[in-house]
């Protein structure tokens, strides 16, 4: 967790007394919740497809060996 500030975009885990930003001083500093990457939703949506895909091939190879 990491404060973040939206006027200079400081980023730090320590803030002022006060709770504004320690390099500026605005107001709107803002704790951020979680690492907001917009990369990694999208990597693990496409390694489940992989996943998914790569069982599939396996499931339908072991039924073709075994039925055809
Ligand atoms: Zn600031």
Known sequence: M???C???SYKGKKRAADGH???CGSA???LQKAKTDPDKPE???GSLVV???LWGYLIAH???K???
């Open 51 to 53: 996943l998914v895909l």
């Open 43 to 45: 990597t693990r949506k």
């Open 28 to 30: 709107k500093f803002y």
């Open 6 to 8: 939206r006027d200079c």
């Open 66 to 68: 075994l039925y055809v």
């Open 21 to 23: 930003c320690p390099a």
């Open 2 to 4: 990491a404060y973040y």
């Open 62 to 64: 072991i039924y073709w």
